[in-house]
Structure formats: structure tokens, C-alpha cells
């Protein structure tokens, strides 16, 4: 599908506030590979069909997950979590993105996952990030994304894992893995730098 019908498709299907935060991570999306080497027609890719199911009923990206061999587990976790494993299938299936860098890109925006790839960081920190945004911490976070993209995503998932222990809430393991790995990534550059 061409890239403007994707957009009018995706647009249709979320309110227009949602919409502005998926121009916000697209805009976004493309200054951080450019800046950190991405491929930015990828990065934009993923960024516009991210958040594709986000307001779809919950039930049918259940139905999704169940129906599609998609992570079972996810059904455990938080309802959050769900739209990003069934924008990925959503967008292959029904958009036809055959790219799996780009599809893996949607599915971890949420989440993240150990040894996240170059396009998965910049997809998630722009969905962090992007000019909407508005929570505490958020502008620091934006000063570290101007010198490391890994550092930035801790700092990113550390704000989301306080915030699900202060709610009480279950924590998703890719996220714990994903800061582990992210940690460890820093440590290695710092080490051979
Ligand atoms: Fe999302
Ligand atoms: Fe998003």
C-alpha cells in the first residue's frame, strides 16, 4: 500500500489527538535515524502505523493475540501492551509490510526487549519523546536523546517501571530486559571508548 493511503487508512482509525502523536513520533522517528545512523523511510514506516490498533476494542486485539499465535503471556500483562504485537500483525496483514525490521519496530515500541535493534530504540524513544509529549522527566529525557540514544531509553523505562511499582503493577519482563541489555550496552561503549 502506498505510504499516503497508509496514513489516510491509520488516521481514520484513532481520534484526531492520537493522531498528532503519531505525526509527533513520525517527525521524531525521522530526526533520530538521521541523527543516529537509522534508516529514516523505516523509521517513519513504523512510526506511522505504531499505534494502529490503540483504539481498537480491546476484545479483537485479544482475539488478535489468541488467534495469531502471538504471545500468549501478553494477555497477562497490561491491556497497554496488547496494540503493539497486534499493530505488527495488523500491519503486515493488512498493509502489507513485509520489512521485519519495521515490523519488529512496531512490536517492542511499547515493551522494548533485550538487544532491541537500531530501528527498535529509535522507534520507542520517539514514541517517548515526541514534541506531545507532556509527563515529568520528559525534557530530560529529550537532553539525553540529543547524545545517546540508550542512555535516553533507560532513562525512559526507569520513569515507566517506577511508575507501574508505584501503581502496584505488574511489570512486563521485556522491559526489565530491555534496561538490563540497554545498561549493559552503555557500560560496553564506555568501556571501549
Ligand atoms: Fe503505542
Ligand atoms: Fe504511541
Same mark, same amino acid.
Given at each position: 500500500m502506498k505510504r499516503e493511503d497508509i496514513i489516510e487508512s491509520v488516521r481514520s482509525q484513532m481520534p484526531e489527538r492520537r493522531w498528532q502523536h503519531t505525526l509527533g513520533v513520525m517527525e521524531t522517528a525521522i530526526q533520530l535515524a538521521n541523527r543516529y545512523g537509522a534508516d529514516p523511510d523505516k523509521a517513519e514506516l513504523a512510526a506511522i502505523l505504531h499505534d494502529v490498533c490503540k483504539y481498537w476494542p480491546v476484545e479483537e486485539q485479544a482475539r488478535i493475540i489468541r488467534e495469531h499465535g502471538l504471545p500468549a503471556e501478553l494477555l497477562d500483562y497490561d491491556k497497554e501492551l496488547w496494540h503493539a504485537h497486534a499493530g505488527a500483525f495488523v500491519a503486515k496483514d493488512r498493509y502489507g509490510v513485509a520489512d521485519e525490521e519495521v515490523l519488529d519496530a512496531i512490536r517492542y515500541h511499547t515493551s522494548g526487549r533485550e538487544r532491541m535493534t537500531l530501528l527498535e530504540k529509535v522507534v520507542c524513544l520517539a514514541d517517548y519523546i515526541e514534541p @506531545?509529549?507532556?509527563?515529568?522527566?520528559? /525534557? /530530560?529525557?529529550?537532553?539525553?536523546?540529543?547524545? +545517546?540514544?540508550? *542512555? %535516553?531509553?533507560? %532513562? @525512559?523505562? +526507569? @520513569?515507566?517501571? %517506577?511508575?507501574?511499582?508505584? *501503581? @502496584?503493577? *505488574?511489570?512486563?519482563?521485556?522491559?526489565?530486559?530491555?534496561? /538490563? +541489555?540497554l545498561i549493559d550496552e552503555v557500560k560496553l561503549k564506555e568501556e571501549h571508548a
Open positions: @506531545g509529549r507532556d509527563f515529568p522527566n520528559v /525534557n /530530560n529525557i529529550r537532553e539525553i536523546a540529543e547524545h +545517546s540514544l540508550e *542512555k %535516553a531509553l533507560i %532513562a @525512559g523505562f +526507569s @520513569g515507566t517501571i %517506577a511508575f507501574l511499582l508505584e *501503581k @502496584g503493577k *505488574k511489570i512486563y519482563p521485556l522491559t526489565m530486559q530491555a534496561r /538490563n +541489555s
